[in-house]
């Protein structure tokens, strides 16, 4: 494995450092007491600077010595060479909010600007990302002392590029309507030279009223080239600019230009988080006056919003004695790897390139320099100790919350917007479509025909106070609700409350209501986008109180094995239940296609895209779907008063909407609402005759054709599209044709022989869903012939992205956590859906070889042409041929042994007919291996992952768990591929 060791500096190197800058005096070159000497604490203007910053990321360190600390309230930057598979966390500034317009399409590029967190802003203007060479730019619009503010900042690559049409179209877009406009940029046109380029500049500014402020010195110096004067300020008013220049920045060829505005900017106001101080909690007396309270007031009540309010309470009482709620002020650490011993070796690399800049000779350039490497390897050596020391000796959890402090994985959007809270919540709880009283009453009295008098009645059980803590240990989340109760406080004293949680959830049980205190929820909008500026472009995020959760999932676990043991979810539908998985619900469509394809047909498939569909569910329908599988009149009161009189409000930033009434939707967030939707939208199975799938609100429908029939399967599938629009119209549900998609697969041969002028059309209400040459079906690319190479492109394209997100720490991260992070963020990319693509060609094979292979180099931090055999035998890895054997079988052991497996694909696996051999002791019975005319069908996983059963040696065959068969097969792998 790797020796960590030498990611590590030794003391030794500190003390070393330590001693050669002892010397150092008291007068600091940083840029930092530059800025500080500029814009003091007394300013009480607008300020901001301007840099190339020629990568962020490589200058990350440079840049939060620079600004972390200060009076600056802007730091607008171009060349951040950003990709938009860096998250912001990676380079983010403490006290500032990052709006960034990242070039996607080539390397280099990219304007940012760090503002203030407490400046209210709003991104109204960016530049393209479809025009290459162009100029790039971001605008955003501050709200300051009730003035509107234009703040730009402007990029163009190089001088050869004419961009003054782009940027006299946006300013005329934008200036007029702002009451002051300050931009600042690299335009990469020289103001000292008067030529051509500078005099169209200079004319487009003045026919906008805008002023440059002039530098005194050029601004860009590179070596072997005139300086030149390219970085700029342009404003509206320069009377109240207080003063402007440059200075020397230590990490750019380009000097630093500032600005200081007489707008008096808004009072900073720290960030306070309200907090239980549990750290300091005396459990042992806490849970003492837990038992001493008198629960009896709760016991007694005689409704349950009482008996909840009376419960919640008192134990938010208790917790205000024993765990208080305290301020916590959110406090912007600078980074603790900059330690004064760097931040001396910057001051020394400073003053080094100011004197090279000032008398430019080879001695002082070669001096700069060395000290410019000596400070950059510094910086790199502490980084990589810091995260060592912080991440050793911590669980995964507390590893996976220091991870994301630095970037890793998923994370939110950081956005601040000026959408109106009320607004967003109103698009939130609105339906896109309603359905009006006679189409409703039409529906409910076809639902009401649908009860089977032959199936049981489904009624509530009381539950003990042991299924109840099983339930409360379900819940994960840590999210506090609407009523204020949280898992920390419910878990340390659950033994001692659990018989007053009990009482509280049987009485809703047996008299059929549903409290409202639980029927509030907070909402918290992320954004879908960087940069959202409409109701549309964010994504709702319930939370809902932790008990709320306890008692649903206690309802969700009785009315899921009523659904279950009397069939009454449709088979096809693979969307929330045990062992069924997108990855199932695939195989089963491809089974079926490849099986079409070895009878010589071809396959036409429709998927449809259901807008917004678990918001649109009609409540009335919803209740008379229940009732139609036969919930009992008293559970379908529980469910009105559950569904009845929800409420919630957005949370954003510390402010918060108006509360609003749900009129329809399952609530977002619920442990009961994947069920209902299940439920509520089974019955467009009654309505399709074709062959389909369902997973959650993904609906599949496909038919299998001989060349003569395409007319016949089209009309087919043109008449199921009919029968599921009057279905959809009838429940309140909107498909959206416009994002559906068609695709007829089959084999070249047979495609060919399509004359696609006379192949008839698909359509979905009048609307006509185009042929497609590749669809994304749940996440796996489809292509009309199963050839798999543009998903094979699209696992690279996710992979690399996600590679090099992870790539700047990969000599950072101990071998542990690297290991750990290929095997959860790489290599589920890789693995997502391999047993439905069977089929790929030897040069595919081996470009999923090579993305295994680029897994192992970022753990062993190996270079392109290094030998990989060694390394992935070190980790006991498969090499990508019998990886995918390993999936194979471990999916059908699954399908064998488990009773909850997809009934679909059990069904494809049949015993050989050997009775005499069964018989035998210790004899397992072989799979049938399906007939195949062509090579379609040899490819398919019923064929390949019978032959591979059957040449399994039996003590594998019968291994007792899943845990057990996986271990003993990569067993049985790692000595077939000699690793």
């Keep these: 494995m790797i020796n960590d060791d030498y990611f590590t500096c030794s003391s030794d190197d500190y003390a070393s450092a330590e001693n050669s800058f002892d010397s150092l005096t008291s007068d600091s070159n940083l840029l930092e007491d530059k800025l500080l000497k500029v814009f003091p604490e007394n300013l009480h203007s607008l300020s901001f600077v301007h840099i190339n910053a020629q990568s962020i990321m490589a200058h990350y360190s440079d840049l939060l010595t620079s600004f972390s600390t200060g009076t600056i309230d802007g730091i607008l930057v171009s060349a951040t060479w950003l990709r938009p598979s860096i998250p912001s966390t990676c380079c983010s500034l403490p006290g500032f909010q990052l709006y960034r317009n990242d070039r996607v399409d080539r390397g280099g590029g990219g304007v940012g600007i760090y503002l203030r967190s407490h400046i209210p802003a709003s991104v109204i203007c960016y530049s393209s990302h479809q025009i290459t060479g162009s100029l790039e730019y971001l605008f955003l619009e501050l709200s300051v002392r009730h003035k509107k503010i234009l703040l730009g900042v402007l990029y163009c690559p190089n001088d050869k590029i004419n961009y003054f049409n782009e940027l006299e179209d946006v300013l005329e877009r934008l200036v007029p309507t702002f009451d002051h406009v300050i931009c600042m940029g690299d335009l990469n046109t020289c103001l000292l030279k008067h030529d051509r380029r500078a005099q169209t500049l200079n004319s487009i500014l003045s026919s906008f009223n805008l002023h440059t402020l002039p530098l005194s010195t050029p601004t860009h110096y590179f070596p072997n080239c005139r300086p030149s004067l390219i970085d700029l300020i342009f404003v509206s008013n320069p009377n109240i600019a207080i003063s402007h220049g440059q200075m020397t920045a230590p990490f750019s060829h380009h000097d630093l230009i500032f600005l200081a505005y007489k707008v008096r900017p808004p009072r900073v106001r720290g960030k306070v988080h309200y907090k239980r101080d549990f750290k300091h909690m005396d459990v042992e007396r806490l849970r003492e006056d837990i038992r001493n309270t008198n629960w009896s007031i709760v016991l007694a009540a005689d409704n349950i919003d009482d008996m909840v309010v009376s419960f919640t309470t008192e134990l938010i009482k208790i917790y205000d004695i024993h765990a208080p709620v305290k301020p916590v002020r959110m406090k912007h650490a600078p980074a603790p790897w900059l330690t004064p011993v760097i931040k001396r070796t910057m001051a020394r690399r400073d003053r080094a390139k100011t004197k090279n800049k000032q008398n430019p000779t080879e001695e002082n350039l070669n001096s700069y320099k060395k000290l410019r490497n000596i400070c950059n390897r510094m910086c790199r050596d502490a980084k990589r100790r810091y995260i060592h020391t912080s991440i050793q000796g911590l669980c995964q959890s507390q590893a996976w919350r220091f991870l994301r402090s630095l970037g890793v994985g998923k994370s939110m959007v950081n956005c601040q917007s000026t ?61 506090i609700g609407s009523d204020n109760l949280s898992l920390d406080m419910i878990l340390p004293v659950l033994e001692d409350i659990a018989p007053v949680i009990t009482h509280i959830i049987n009485y809703s049980l047996t008299c059929n209501v549903f409290p409202s205190l639980w029927k509030k929820a907070f909402v918290i909008p992320l954004p879908k986008i960087s940069n959202p500026t409409l109701p549309s472009q964010f994504r709702p995020i319930s939370i809902l109180p932790l008990l709320s959760k306890v008692l649903e999932s206690v309802v969700h676990s009785q009315i899921y094995t009523h659904l279950s043991s009397n069939n009454l979810i449709c088979p096809y539908q693979s969307g929330f239940r045990p062992s069924h998985s997108t990855v199932g619900a695939l195989l089963s469509v491809a089974e079926d296609v490849r099986y079409a394809m070895d009878q010589t047909k071809l396959t036409a498939m429709i998927l449809l895209d259901f807008s917004s569909a678990f918001n649109s569910v009609d409540y009335d329908i919803l209740l008379g779907t229940l009732r139609a599988v036969n919930i009992s009149p008293a559970v379908i009161d529980w469910f009105h008063s559950y569904l009845s009189g929800r409420q919630q409000c957005v949370s954003f930033d510390d402010h918060m909407s108006d509360w609003m009434e749900l009129t329809a939707g ?53 008449n199921d599209l009919a029968a599921v629009h009057v279905w959809a119209e009838s429940f309140g549900l909107l498909v959206n044709p416009t994002k559906s998609q068609a695709i007829i697969i089959g084999s070249s041969r047979l495609r060919n022989r399509l004359d696609w002028k006379s192949v008839p059309k698909i359509s979905y209400s009048g609307v ?7 669809v994304r079906n749940l996440g796996l690319i489809m292509d009309c012939n199963f050839s798999w190479a543009a998903h094979v492109n699209e696992v690279s394209k996710r992979l690399h992205y996600t590679f090099h997100s992870l790539k700047r720490l990969q000599f950072f991260l101990p071998s542990k956590t690297k290991i750990m992070l290929a095997q959860t963020l790489l290599l589920p990319i890789l693995d997502y859906a391999d047993v439905c693509y069977l089929d790929v060609t030897e040069e595919l094979l081996r470009k999923l070889e090579r993305l295994q292979n680029l897994a192992i180099r970022f753990i062993f931090g190996l270079r392109k042409f290094d030998r990989i055999s060694h390394f992935r035998a070190q980790l006991k890895w498969l090499p990508i041929r019998f990886r995918r054997d390993m999936h194979i079988l471990s999916t059908l052991f699954n399908i064998l042994r488990d009773p909850n497996a997809p009934s679909y694909l059990r069904s494809r696996f049949n015993l050989l007919p050997s009775p005499n051999r069964s018989r035998r002791p210790g004899i397992t019975p072989m799979l049938d291996v399906p007939k195949c005319n062509t090579k379609f069908r040899l490819n398919s996983f019923s064929v390949r992952a019978s032959i591979l059963w059957n040449n399994l040696p039996k003590d594998i065959q019968t291994s007792p768990s899943l845990v057990s068969f996986k271990h003993k097969i990569k067993k049985h792998l790692l000595s077939l591929a000699n690793v």
Excluded: M, W
């Excluded at 369902?694 to 043109?718: P, S």
């Excluded at 006509?768 to 590749?774: G, N, R, S």
């Design 419 to 479: 959408v109106n809270l009320n607004a967003l919540n109103s698009h939130f709880i609105t339906p896109p479509l309603t359905v009006d009283s006679n189409t409703k009453a039409a529906t409910l009295s076809f639902l009401s025909t649908l009860i089977s008098p032959d199936l049981p009645s489904f009624s509530f059980e009381t539950v003990t106070q042991e299924v109840i803590k099983k339930h409360v240990h379900y819940i994960s989340t840590k999210a």
């Design 666 to 718: 399952v609530p977002q967030g619920g442990v009961l609402s994947p069920l209902l939707f299940s439920v509520f939208i089974n019955n467009v199975s009654r309505v399709i005759t074709s062959p389909f799938h369902l997973y959650a609100d993904d609906l599949q429908i496909y038919r299998h054709f001989r060349l003569t029939e395409l007319h016949e399967a089209v009309e087919n599938l043109n």
């Design 768 to 774: 006509v869903i185009p042929y497609c040459d590749k």
